[in-house]
C-alpha cells in the first residue's frame, strides 16, 4: 500500500512511504516454519509398505526360441500401503513420501510390466481407473501424503503376469526408505498357475 505524506516546509512535492503491515510478514514468516517443518521426522521414524514381498507363480509361456511375449490385457491389481510411524510405532502424518516404481512408463525404456495408480486422487473407489494412473512416461516420480491421523497411504499396484521378472516399489522421505519386492515366477507346471505367496509385514 503506498501512502503520500505531505512535506513539511516544501511548497510542492509528495513523498511515497511504503508500509507492509505486520500480520503479512507474521504470516510469511509461519508459512515458512510449516513448510519447513513438514519434513521434519522424529528421530527414529520408519517407513514400511505392506506386504514386503508378493510372489506369484504363473506358467511359462515361452516359444520355442525361448522368448516370453507379454500379453498387454494379461496383469493383476494389487494394493499397497505406505505407513510412518515413529520411534514408538505412533503414526506420524500429513509427511510427503515419494514412490519409486521399476519397470514404469516412467523408469524404464521397455514395456512397462508395471503401474501405479492413485486412487485417493481419483474416486477412492478402491479399484485402478486408467485416469488415476501416477507413472505414466510423462510423469515424475510419484508424492503422496500421508494421512494426518494414521500416517499411511494406499496406493494401487498394476503388475503385468505375461513373463517371469522381479522388480521393487521403493518409497523414501527425509532419509527414511522402504521397499517392497515384486516377483512373477514361471514354471512348466501349468497347475501351479495362479499360486501366490505374500510375504509378511
Same mark, same amino acid.
Request: charged share 15%; proline share 6%; with cysteine.
Given at each position: 500500500m503506498n501512502i503520500k505524506h505531505r512535506g513539511s516546509g516544501q511548497s510542492n512535492g509528495w513523498k511515497s512511504v511504503r508500509h507492509f503491515p505486520a500480520i503479512f510478514v507474521v504470516m510469511s514468516a *509461519?508459512?515458512?516454519?510449516?513448510?519447513?517443518? &513438514?519434513? @521434519?521426522?522424529? *528421530?527414529?521414524?520408519? /517407513?514400511?509398505?505392506?506386504?514386503?514381498?508378493?510372489?506369484?507363480?504363473?506358467? %511359462?509361456?515361452?516359444?520355442? &526360441?525361448?522368448?516370453? /511375449?507379454?500379453?498387454? %490385457?494379461?496383469?493383476?491389481?494389487?494394493?499397497?500401503?505406505?505407513? /510412518?510411524? %515413529?520411534?514408538?510405532?505412533?503414526? *506420524?502424518?500429513?509427511?510427503?513420501? @515419494?514412490?519409486?516404481?521399476? $519397470?514404469?512408463?516412467?523408469?524404464?525404456?521397455?514395456?512397462? *510390466?508395471?503401474?501405479?495408480?492413485?486412487?485417493?486422487?481419483?474416486?477412492?473407489?478402491?479399484?485402478? %481407473? +486408467? $485416469? +488415476?494412473l501416477v507413472s505414466d512416461i510423462d510423469d515424475q516420480i510419484v508424492t503422496v501424503k500421508t494421512d494426518v491421523y494414521g500416517g499411511d497411504r494406499p496406493l494401487l499396484l498394476r503388475v503385468n503376469i505375461s513373463c517371469p521378472f522381479t522388480g521393487e516399489v521403493f518409497a523414501f522421505v527425509d532419509g527414511v526408505s522402504a521397499s517392497s519386492t515384486i516377483d512373477i515366477v514361471a514354471d512348466t507346471d501349468a497347475t501351479l498357475e495362479g499360486k501366490y505367496v505374500e510375504g509378511g509385514l
Open positions: *509461519v508459512l515458512l516454519l510449516a513448510c519447513s517443518a &513438514e519434513q @521434519q521426522l522424529p *528421530v527414529g521414524a520408519s /517407513l514400511s509398505i505392506s506386504p514386503q514381498t508378493r510372489t506369484l507363480t504363473i506358467s %511359462d509361456r515361452s516359444n520355442a &526360441e525361448g522368448n516370453c /511375449l507379454i500379453n498387454p %490385457d494379461y496383469y493383476i491389481d494389487w494394493p499397497i500401503v505406505l505407513a /510412518l510411524t %515413529d520411534s514408538a510405532g505412533n503414526p *506420524v502424518g500429513h509427511q510427503n513420501v @515419494q514412490v519409486y516404481l521399476d $519397470f514404469a512408463a516412467n523408469t524404464y525404456a521397455g514395456y512397462p *510390466v508395471m503401474a501405479l495408480y492413485d486412487d485417493r486422487r481419483g474416486n477412492s473407489n478402491g479399484v485402478v %481407473d +486408467e $485416469f +488415476e
